[in-house]
């Protein structure tokens, strides 16, 4: 098990690093503009199952080889770069003129944070830097601090990007009337970050 001191000295390092604006905050704050609170939460639970996945998968070790491969990590890029674009895409050609059933709208929140996450190679640079430095071997099963850990970070995310989603969503309801500016300020952030996941190196 993990070492109750060690763990008091993670959460606030995972909250500091949490509140950090990244690509998933920006993720969340323009999907809350777009389509409001409940999708910003929804992709954010999206994006702290996909951070569970990638801890998990350090923790078996397989992240490390994905890191060490240039290939897979370019592989993974590019999906995420394609996905970004094509999300961004998406928001440029809604015509508000139809809205999509309910029942849609949260699985793909959900399915959109998710493969955000899992397709951001940094992700995996991140937790192999950061979560190993608080794993102690002799304290017990690896996996399981890998986990404990990953779930600390993850119910952080998933709160803090909640929360910027809906004030992002209280933004939306403001620019409502100008439907086309919420069309054309969401696909300007899904754009952003697709530019920024190209321009990402390994080292």
Same mark, same amino acid.
């Given at each position: 098990? &993990?070492? #109750?001191?060690?763990?008091?000295?993670? @959460?606030?390092?995972?909250?500091? =690093?949490? =509140?950090?604006?990244?690509?998933?905050?920006?993720?969340?704050?323009?999907?809350?503009?777009?389509?409001?609170?409940?999708?910003?939460?929804?992709?954010?639970?999206?994006?702290?199952?996909?951070?569970?996945?990638?801890?998990?998968?350090?923790?078996?070790?397989?992240?490390?080889?994905?890191?060490?491969?240039?290939?897979?990590?370019?592989? @993974?890029?590019?999906?995420? /770069?394609?996905?970004?674009?094509?999300? *961004?895409?998406?928001?440029?050609?809604?015509?508000?003129?139809?809205?999509?059933?309910?029942?849609?709208?949260?699985?793909?929140?959900?399915?959109?944070?998710? =493969?955000?996450?899992?397709?951001?190679?940094?992700?995996?640079?991140? &937790?192999?830097?950061?979560? #190993?430095?608080?794993?102690?071997?002799?304290?017990?099963?690896?996996?399981?601090?890998?986990? @404990?850990?990953? *779930?600390?970070?993850? /119910?952080?995310?998933?709160?803090?990007?909640?929360? /910027?989603?809906?004030?992002?969503?209280? =933004?939306?309801?403001?620019?409502?009337?100008?439907?086309? /500016?919420?069309?054309?300020?969401?696909?300007?952030?899904?754009?952003?970050?697709?530019?920024?996941?190209?321009?990402?190196?390994?080292?």
């Amino acid at each position: 098990m &993990v070492d #109750p001191i060690v763990l008091l000295a993670f @959460i606030p390092a995972a909250l500091a =690093l949490n =509140l950090t604006p990244g690509a998933d905050m920006m993720f969340c704050l323009g999907l809350g503009i777009r389509q409001g609170p409940g999708a910003a939460w929804r992709a954010s639970a999206g994006i702290s199952t996909g951070g569970m996945i990638h801890v998990l998968l350090a923790g078996l070790g397989l992240s490390a080889i994905v890191a060490s491969a240039p290939l897979a990590f370019d592989v @993974i890029r590019w999906i995420g /770069v394609a996905y970004l674009l094509w999300l *961004a895409w998406q928001a440029l050609r809604n015509t508000g003129e139809t809205a999509a059933p309910a029942g849609q709208i949260r699985a793909d929140a959900f399915r959109a944070g998710l =493969l955000v996450n899992l397709t951001n190679p940094k992700v995996i640079l991140f &937790v192999l830097a950061f979560v #190993p430095q608080f794993v102690d071997p002799q304290a017990g099963p690896v996996l399981l601090q890998f986990l @404990i850990f990953g *779930a600390v970070i993850g /119910v952080g995310g998933f709160v803090i990007n909640g929360c /910027v989603g809906t004030f992002a969503g209280a =933004l939306g309801r403001r620019l409502a009337r100008g439907s086309r /500016v919420l069309d054309w300020l969401t696909a300007g952030i899904f754009t952003a970050l697709a530019g920024r996941l190209a321009l990402l190196e390994r080292t």
